[in-house]
């Protein structure tokens, strides 16, 4: 017999949801708002882990209660993914993780709306994207189980940077551009893959996501806002309450990298 055990926010153990935010150095200081927002969500912050890439030396510690693990390599905005292929055993008590990059807010109810669509298939999934491809490319948003994490150990493995320079991560944030959604189970056409240096398909098993959170161009409120002199788009999805804000919001056009993550005064 299983034995579930409650959690203060009503989930039982055996569906514990994980956040894991992919950081860098040079966006390490949007850290304390991201807690701010943990904290008010309610969030138990045992379950929240931060990987910071780009780092000088590998660093494990704890930051207002929250686990942060310094990597000195790079996968972006998929860092956390990467790290937690890599390092699953330590993390097999939390079977669904909310993948999120740093350059997002969440907002009053965030927690509670995503838990109760999570409950709404009774966490029986591997991918639940926050974004449906129909509405938006997705951003590799989504809660993922770690079977799914490890089922895309090798593509993880092939976007990798154990060693780079400035060069080498616009080169990788443009093949991630052009790989977008496939780390979710959704295939892109052909003639988008074949312009990617990184030549990755599903894994076998692999079933593309049923179920999305926001499925609708009305779920979504975009502006663009000045953020030291740089036009940021800042895309607020409203059924959780949840916002996004990107520098390279012209996709391949002009890919930005020189900034610290920081957000504009709300």
Request: aromatic letters at 10%; glycine letters at 6%; charged letters at 25%.
């Amino acid at each position: 017999m299983t034995l579930s055990v409650e959690h203060p926010d009503g989930m039982q153990e055996s569906n514990k949801l994980g956040y894991a935010f992919s950081i860098c150095r040079s966006y390490y200081s949007s850290i304390d708002s991201l807690i701010d927002d943990i904290e008010s969500n309610g969030i138990d912050k045992r379950n929240v882990l931060f990987v910071s890439s780009q780092e000088a030396e590998s660093e494990t510690l704890f930051y207002r209660g929250c686990e942060v693990r310094k990597v000195t390599y790079s996968g972006l905005h998929l860092t956390q993914a990467i790290f937690l292929s890599e390092n699953h055993r330590d993390y097999e008590g939390t079977r669904h993780w909310f993948l999120l990059p740093s350059t997002v807010r969440m907002g009053a109810g965030f927690h509670s709306e995503v838990t109760s669509m999570l409950r709404s298939v009774d966490f029986d999934f591997e991918c639940f994207p926050v974004l449906n491809p129909k509405v938006s490319p997705t951003m590799d948003m989504a809660v993922v189980s770690l079977d799914h994490i490890k089922a895309f150990g090798e593509f993880l493995q092939k976007i990798k940077l154990s060693h780079f320079n400035d060069e080498d991560l616009v080169e990788l944030k443009r093949n991630l551009i052009l790989s977008e959604n496939l780390f979710l189970g959704i295939n892109h056409p052909m003639e988008v893959q074949c312009k990617s240096n990184i030549k990755a398909i599903l894994p076998d098993g692999v079933a593309p996501p049923s179920n999305f959170m926001i499925n609708s161009i009305d779920e979504v409120e975009v502006e663009y806002r000045k953020y030291k002199r740089k036009k940021l788009k800042q895309s607020h999805f409203k059924p959780i309450n949840l916002t996004k804000y990107q520098r390279t919001h012209r996709g391949l056009k002009r890919i930005v990298m020189d900034c610290d993550g920081g957000f504009p005064d709300p």
